[in-house]
């Protein structure tokens, strides 16, 4: 059953609410991963609401293109 909410969300941002979260999320550690620098990747991940280094990392491949270390150093 689809609710409101998800077809709310779908209207607005053309993608499931998970999917919007997920790709806030990694917007945020993109930024991160440029201005901070005192953090690792690990924590950035983590402070994104990642479970894993390793999920964060595959997930934010499939959006950027690039790993988040190669991102961090300007590809």
């Known amino acids: 059953k ?5 077809k709310y969300c779908r209207k607005i941002t053309n993608t499931s609410p ?3 979260l997920a790709r806030c999320r990694l917007a945020h ?3 991160l991963l ?7 990747i690990t924590q950035i991940a983590f402070d994104c609401g ?5 999920y964060f990392a595959v997930e934010f491949r499939k959006l ?6 190669e991102y961090r150093a300007g590809r």
């Open 64 to 69: 950027y293109k690039c790993t988040p270390r």
């Open 50 to 54: 990642f479970s894993s280094s390793q």
């Open 34 to 40: 440029k201005e901070a620098h005192d953090q690792t």
């Open 29 to 31: 550690a993109a930024h």
């Open 18 to 20: 998970a999917k919007y």
């Open 2 to 6: 689809v609710t409101a909410f998800t």
